[in-house]
T-cell receptor, first 111, second 114 residues
Framework: AQSVTQLGSHVSVSEGALVLLRCNYSSSVPPYLFWYVQYPNQGLQLLLKYTTGATLVKGINGFEAEFKKSETSFHLTKPSAHMSDAAEYFC?????????FGAGTRLTVKP | KAGVTQTPRYLIKTRGQQVTLSCSPI?????VSWYQQTPGQGLQFLFEYFSETQRNKGNFPGRFSGRQFSNSRSEMNVSTLELGDSALYLC?????????????FGPGTRLLVL
């Protein structure tokens, strides 16, 4: 059985500040971990995916996430927020013939 | 290159009916996944097909089924519709190259069950 918890349904940062979106998971099998982004009035996009190997995963638009098995976390970061990063972000865990999504975190970027 | 296309974009059905949704992946993509998005339950994974075979399946009742054709196009069927099936149904196609996977989503089919 798997589950995902995204800490914080809303996160607000200033333009240029660090973006940190938190995701914790539980999984009875080695997980696949995902971050998706949904921009306003647009479809979902896969930001990045962890399967095996390097625990620091680089995605599109300057985002990256680090898989920390000891903390069961897969937090998403970006060093410097841009106005265009305002969107809803979903963390997901896959494996064991299933895939579960978090409730989403809405990121607001203030000028 | 055309993106993922889903038809129809909007659909209204009544309880008890059945519905078939279609998804055409990006040319060359052999993997197609389906998701359901609702305000109450959020995003949920339905199933994934690869080369006409169901590779993964989410936790949905048997009323939800799918298939993939030899040209990678996929259909999803929901029988005996319930009010709670009202949702945005998203299809995504993906391609794995050199250890990197890229996934592209279609615009979705918005289903309303009355």
């Amino acid at each position: 059985a798997q589950s995902v918890t995204q800490l914080g349904s809303h996160v607000s940062v200033s333009e240029g500040a660090l973006v940190l979106l938190r995701c914790n998971y539980s999984s009875s099998v080695p997980p696949y971990l995902f971050w998706y982004v949904q921009y306003p009035n647009q479809g979902l996009q896969l930001l990045l995916k962890y399967t095996t190997g390097a625990t620091l995963v680089k995605g599109i638009n300057g985002f990256e996430a680090e898989f920390k098995k000891s903390e069961t976390s897969f937090h998403l970061t970006k060093p410097s927020a841009h106005m265009s990063d305002a969107a809803e972000y979903f963390c997901a865990v896959g494996g064991d013939n299933d895939m579960r999504f978090g409730a989403g975190t809405r990121l607001t970027v203030k000028p | 290159k055309a993106g993922v296309t889903q038809t129809p974009r909007y659909l209204i059905k009544t309880r008890g009916q059945q519905v078939t949704l279609s998804c055409s992946p990006i040319s060359g993509h052999r993997s197609v996944s389906w998701y359901q998005q609702t305000p109450g339950q959020g995003l949920q994974f339905l199933f994934e097909y690869f080369s006409e075979t169901q590779r993964n399946k989410g936790n949905f009742p048997g009323r939800f089924s799918g298939r993939q054709f030899s040209n990678s196009r996929s259909e999803m069927n929901v029988s005996t519709l319930e009010l709670g099936d009202s949702a945005l149904y998203l299809c995504a196609s993906s391609l794995r190259l050199g250890g990197q996977e890229t996934q592209y989503f279609g615009p979705g089919t918005r289903l309303l069950v009355l």
